[in-house]
C-alpha cells in the first residue's frame, strides 16, 4: 500500500514569511513523528503524536514552530517567521500500534532565502 | 540526555571485504538501539535492531552495554550495501519512539 507521503516536496521561502509542511501517514498508524535533518548532521526529533493524548512537543527548537495532528490522519508542521537556520529536510515518520518500527516519508526540503 | 556518536562520516572498502560502521552511545538507562538506512533515492528505513538479534542482508550488529557500542557489521560487503547508515537510541518510558539520531555514516562498497 502507499507509504507515508509529505508535500510539498521542496519549498523555498523568504525570511521572515511562515511555511506549512504536511505529512499524511500511513492509515492505520496511530504514531506520528515529525524530525528536522540539517545538512550533514543527523535527525533531530521535533515532536510526536500519540492517538489521542497530548503531543510530545520537546523537541520544537522555538515557538516559532508548531503542528496539529488530525485524529490519526494528516498532520502540519508551520513554522512562522522562518529563518535561515530553518533550512532543512523536514522528515514525518508513522508507526502501528505497539510496534517500533517507523516508516519515514519522503521528506520536504525546505530553503530559506 | 541520550548522545549517539558515529565517528566516521564515510567509509570505503572494497567488495567481497568485511566491513564494520561504528555506534556508540551515551545513556544512562537501557535503551534500544536501531540500524536505519537509506540508499540512494529512497526512505530511510529500518535496517535492525538489537531486541532481535537477527541478521539483516548479511548485517548484525551486538549490543556491547559495557562499551556502549552497538557496532554494525558484514564479514563480505556487497555493492548494494552502498548507503547512508543511521545509528538511532530510543530511551523508552516516556521517551518511547522518540529516536536519537547519530550523524550517519556514507558507506561505499566499490566493484
Known amino acids: 500500500g502507499a507509504g507515508v507521503s509529505q508535500s510539498p516536496s521542496n519549498k523555498v521561502t523568504e525570511k521572515g514569511k511562515d511555511v506549512e509542511l504536511r505529512c499524511d501517514p500511513i492509515s492505520g498508524h496511530t504514531a506520528l513523528y515529525w524530525y528536522r535533518q540539517r545538512l550533514g548532521q543527523g535527525l533531530e526529533f521535533l515532536i510526536y503524536?500519540?492517538?489521542?493524548?497530548?503531543?510530545?512537543k520537546s523537541g520544537l527548537p522555538s515557538d516559532r514552530f508548531s503542528a496539529e495532528r488530525t485524529g490519526e490522519s494528516v498532520s502540519t508542521l508551520t513554522i512562522q517567521r522562518t529563518q535561515q537556520e530553518d533550512s532543512a529536510v523536514y522528515l514525518c515518520a508513522s508507526s502501528p500500534p505497539g510496534q517500533y518500527e517507523q516508516y519515514f516519508g519522503p521528506g520536504t526540503r525546505l530553503t530559506v532565502t | 540526555a541520550q548522545r549517539v556518536t558515529q565517528p566516521e562520516k564515510l567509509l570505503s572498502v572494497f567488495k567481497g571485504a568485511p566491513v564494520e560502521l561504528k555506534c556508540n552511545y551515551s545513556y544512562s538507562g537501557s535503551p534500544e538501539l536501531f540500524w536505519y538506512v537509506q540508499y540512494s533515492r529512497q526512505r530511510l528505513q529500518l535496517l535492525l535492531r538489537h531486541i532481535s538479534r537477527e541478521s539483516i542482508k548479511g548485517f548484525t550488529a551486538d549490543l556491547n552495554k559495557g562499551e556502549t557500542s552497538f557496532h554494525l557489521k558484514k564479514p563480505f560487503a556487497q555493492e548494494e550495501d552502498s548507503a547512508m547508515y543511521y545509528c538511532?537510541?530510543?530511551?523508552?518510558?516516556?521517551?518511547?519512539?522518540?529516536?536519537?539520531f547519530g550523524q550517519g555514516t556514507i558507506l561505499t562498497v566499490h566493484p
Open positions: 503524536f500519540q492517538g489521542n493524548s497530548a503531543p510530545d
Open positions: 538511532a537510541l530510543d530511551a523508552g518510558g516516556t521517551s518511547y519512539g522518540k529516536l536519537t
